[in-house]
């Protein structure tokens, strides 16, 4: 079975600061690696994704992961942030064979403050 | 217009009834997820259809029961309602073999 290891619970950070959010993962056969991004009140928006290639991605926003796969590890970042930035941010995995369903780590809250 | 749409997007009820959420999708995907969000915000599967037939079914209790009547659309109904099933419901779809999931706005649902 797959999980997703989420540690930072909740982040702080001042406008302009850099981020890195952590995402590690347990599975033994290849993956697909998400993260999503949750705004107060809003539903999931998908910010990048990596399937293969290239393991520096870059998504929305400014936004990008690096899949370590020595690490299992999917780690998101921004050298910059913005108070708009403020939102629920979720890692996900999936099986990359079967491509069903996804399986969430549990959430970093980051709050950005001016 | 939405890409994945859900009904009702509150719903407060009371213990013991019965509801039922509603969930389409216009971005001509064949695959369809129920997930639920608790109050921590975990975020889990709970039901996926693929061309109107059920493929993953978590451990979820059977008064819960996901009905796809076409490859666009995937109900969700619930029987006897409980304290604990108090959460936001979000419906996701995607093209199998991409997977790449969209989410709905989520159907936040009180039971008191």
């Known amino acids: 079975a797959q999980s997703v290891s989420q540690h930072n619970h909740h982040v702080i950070l001042s406008e302009a600061a850099s981020l890195e959010l952590g995402c590690n993962y347990s599975y033994g056969g290849t993956v697909n690696l998400f993260w999503y991004v949750q705004y107060p009140g809003q539903h999931l928006q998908l910010l990048l994704k990596y399937f293969s290639g290239d393991p520096l991605v870059k998504g929305i926003k400014g936004f990008e992961a690096e899949f370590i796969k020595s690490k299992f590890s999917f780690n998101l970042r921004k050298p910059s942030v913005q108070w708009s930035d403020t939102a629920e941010y979720f890692c996900a995995v999936n099986d990359a064979g079967t491509a069903s369903k996804l399986t969430f780590g549990t959430g970093t809250r980051l709050q950005v403050t001016l | 217009d939405t890409a994945v749409s859900q009904t009702p997007k509150y719903l407060v009820t009371q213990m013991g009834n019965d509801k039922s959420i509603k969930c389409e999708q216009n971005?001509?995907?064949?695959?369809m997820y129920w997930y639920k969000q608790d109050s921590k915000k975990f975020l889990k599967i709970m039901f996926s259809?693929?061309?109107?037939?059920?493929?993953i079914n978590e451990t979820v209790p059977n008064r819960f029961s996901p009905k796809s009547p076409d490859k666009a659309h995937l109900n969700l109904h619930i029987n006897s309602l409980e304290l604990g099933d108090s959460a936001v419901y979000f419906c996701a779809s995607s093209q199998r073999v991409k997977n790449i999931q969209y989410f709905g706005a989520g159907t936040r649902l009180s039971v008191l």
């Open positions: 971005l001509g995907h064949d695959t």
């Open positions: 259809y693929n061309n109107k037939e059920l493929i």
